[in-house]
């Protein structure tokens, strides 16, 4: 079945940028998301990528997506305390299901 | 973006009871989903909730133990029944769609079986 993989943890200081990465293998992937969670809090979708694109940018946010590698990677630009979160990666197959990583925490130092 | 309202928000509940989960949209959408979160872990698929039908059970999820109601296009609810300690967790309700890429969800419940 598919797989999507994160790292669990990254430690940034506030002002700096912060890359999550992610991989994935199932290669009929359509669209693939990055999600935030804070403590106690539901999933906020933070921006998405159609699996033909390369690159998306939303204001701070980078989507990289390397269909080749099945690598997707969210930089965040000025990294602030308040990005401080569990940020979940998923794809979504060619059946429309979705899959989600096992999310990574990161954390920002003041 | 749909604007999804949980409840309750949380629950400490005694085992062997059962509790249900409300999920409320506030536009008609195609699509509705319940998810559990265990602690620190990613998001499970538990099942689809369709209008009008029996919802659509994902592989180690029955509809004896996560009965699901979906009566509309707006409202959908997850009954976790017979509860144990090991159903500990966040339940999440997502909502997606036709041909919308986004798939939103609510603020979750979580739930403590004691």
């Known amino acids: 079945g598919e797989d999507v993989e994160q790292s669990l943890f990254l430690s940034v200081r506030e002002g700096d940028s912060s890359v999550i990465n992610c991989t994935y293998t199932?290669?009929?992937?359509?669209?693939l998301y990055w999600y935030k969670q804070e403590p106690g809090a539901g999933l906020q979708l933070l921006t998405y990528?159609?699996?033909?694109?390369d690159m998306k940018q939303d204001q701070r946010l980078t989507v990289l997506l390397n269909k080749k590698d099945k690598h997707l990677s969210l930089r965040i630009a000025d990294t602030q305390t308040g990005d401080s979160a569990i940020y979940f990666c998923a794809e979504r197959n060619a059946g429309n299901m979705l899959t989600f990583g096992g999310g990574t925490r990161l954390m920002v130092k003041p | 973006s749909a604007v999804i309202s949980q409840k309750p928000s949380r629950d400490i509940c005694q085992r062997g009871t059962s509790l249900t989960i409300q999920c409320q949209v506030d536009?008609?959408?195609?699509?509705m989903f319940w998810y559990r979160q265990q602690p620190g872990q990613s998001l499970t698929l538990i099942a689809t909730a369709n209008q009008g039908s029996e919802a659509t059970y994902e592989s180690g999820f029955v509809i004896d133990k996560f009965p699901i109601s979906r009566p509309n296009l707006t409202f959908s609810t997850l009954t976790v029944s017979n509860m144990s300690p090991e159903d500990s967790s966040i339940y999440l309700c997502s909502v997606e769609d036709t041909g919308i890429a986004e798939a939103f969800f609510g603020q979750g419940t979580r739930l403590t079986v004691v």
């Open positions: 199932d290669s009929s992937s359509t669209y």
């Open positions: 536009s008609q959408v195609t699509m």
């Open positions: 990528i159609f699996s033909n694109m």
